[in-house]
C-alpha cells in the first residue's frame, strides 16, 4: 500500500502549495481513525483539501455551512412523510458521506455541535427511534475562526476533547503564495484529481495501522506526558484518557506514514502539541502550545 499512499500525498500537494506539514497530520488523523479541527481565518484552503481528499479516496463529499438557525436534523436526517405510500420515509441528512466538512462548527448553536459530536463517535445516527449506520469510512474536518466570535458558541472543553487533532493551515509563505497563483494558469484544479485509493484501501490501511509496534517505553512515555498534564500547576483540566489513546494511535499512523512498522520518540514529540494541546485547560491565559512544549523539554525521552 506504500505506493498508492505516495500518490495521495501527491495529489493532495498539487492542489495545497506548501501545507505538507497540514497534509501529514490530516492523514495521520483518518488513518488513526479520528477527526480533525482545523481553527484558522477563512480563505487559507481548508474546504480545497477536504474536497482533493474525497476524490482521491474516490468518497463522497458534503459540506455544511453552519449558522444558529441550523438544527441537528439538518445533519442527521429527518423523516418525511409521503402521502402516497402512507408512509414515513427516511431522508438522509449530509452526514451520510465520507468526507464531512463542517464549516464554522462554532456558529452552530450548542445541541445541534451536540447531535455533530455525536455522530463523530458513534459513527451512527438515531431519528425517531431508529439508528441508521454511517458509511465507512467517515472523517471529519471541522473549522471555526479563531479571530471572530460575534455571534459564535465556542465549543467546550468536553467537546474538543472528540478531535484527534487540531491545527491551522495558516497563511503561505511569499513564494508559496505565488507559486500558488502561477499554477492558476498551469495546473489543473482539484476536479481534474484521479482517485489514487478506494474506500476499502483506506479500511484496509486502518487496519495496517494498528499493527504498528509501540514498545512499552514509548508507552510510559505517552503516558509520562499525559499524566504531566495534569500534575502542572499552570493547567487547570489535564488531558483525559481519551487523549492517551489518541496520542498512541496517531503515534502508530505517523510512524506508517514515515514508512516503518514501530513508533519512535520523535513522533511523540511531533504530535503532542496537535493532540494534546486543544484538551487543556490553562491558568492565566497560558499558551496552550507553549506549555505541551514546555512539558515536552520536561518528561524524560526513553
Not at 495521520?28 to 482533493?52: N, R, Y
Not at 458558541?153 to 495558516?170: K, M, N
Not at 489543473?188 to 484529481?193: G, R
Not at 506514514?257 to 514529540?269: F, S
Request: hydrophobic share 45%.
Amino acid at each position: 500500500m506504500r505506493e498508492p499512499l505516495s500518490r495521495l500525498l501527491d495529489n493532495l500537494n498539487q492542489v495545497m502549495v506548501g501545507k505538507q506539514d497540514a497534509i501529514r497530520l490530516v492523514m495521520v488523523a483518518i488513518l488513526a481513525q479520528g477527526h480533525v479541527l482545523l481553527e484558522d481565518v477563512p480563505g487559507v484552503g481548508k474546504t480545497l483539501l477536504a474536497k482533493a481528499l474525497a476524490r482521491s479516496i474516490a468518497g463522497q463529499f458534503h459540506r455544511i455551512q453552519c449558522t444558529p438557525d441550523l438544527l441537528p436534523t439538518d445533519l442527521t436526517g429527518t423523516n418525511i412523510w409521503n402521502p402516497q405510500t402512507a408512509s414515513f420515509e427516511f431522508r438522509p441528512g449530509p452526514v451520510f458521506t465520507n468526507i464531512l466538512l463542517v464549516d464554522e462548527v462554532n456558529r452552530a448553536t450548542p445541541r445541534t455541535q451536540s447531535a455533530l459530536l455525536e455522530v463523530m463517535e458513534e459513527t451512527q445516527a438515531t431519528i425517531d427511534g431508529v439508528t441508521y449506520n454511517l458509511p465507512h469510512p467517515f472523517f471529519v474536518i471541522a473549522t471555526q475562526n479563531p479571530v471572530e466570535y460575534q455571534g459564535t458558541f465556542p465549543l467546550p472543553e468536553a467537546q474538543l476533547d472528540r478531535f484527534a487533532l487540531a491545527l491551522s493551515l495558516g497563511y503561505p509563505a511569499e513564494s508559496e503564495e505565488l507559486q500558488m497563483l502561477q499554477r492558476l494558469q498551469t495546473q489543473p484544479s482539484f476536479a481534474t484529481l484521479e482517485p489514487c485509493l478506494s474506500l476499502e484501501d483506506i479500511q484496509m490501511l486502518r487496519l495496517q495501522v494498528q499493527e504498528v509496534r509501540i514498545e512499552a517505553p514509548l508507552q510510559k512515555y505517552i503516558l509520562g506526558l499525559v499524566r504531566a498534564t495534569r500534575e502542572t500547576d499552570s493547567i487547570t483540566l489535564g488531558v483525559s484518557p481519551r487523549g492517551a489513546v489518541i496520542l498512541y494511535r496517531a503515534t502508530q499512523a505517523l510512524a506508517f506514514l514515515e514508512g516503518r512498522d514501530y513508533g519512535i520518540p520523535d513522533d511523540v514529540k511531533y504530535l503532542a502539541p496537535h493532540v494534546l494541546s486543544h484538551r487543556l485547560i490553562t491558568a492565566g491565559g497560558r499558551n496552550n502550545q507553549a506549555l505541551v512544549h514546555e512539558l515536552l523539554d520536561m518528561v524524560a525521552i526513553p
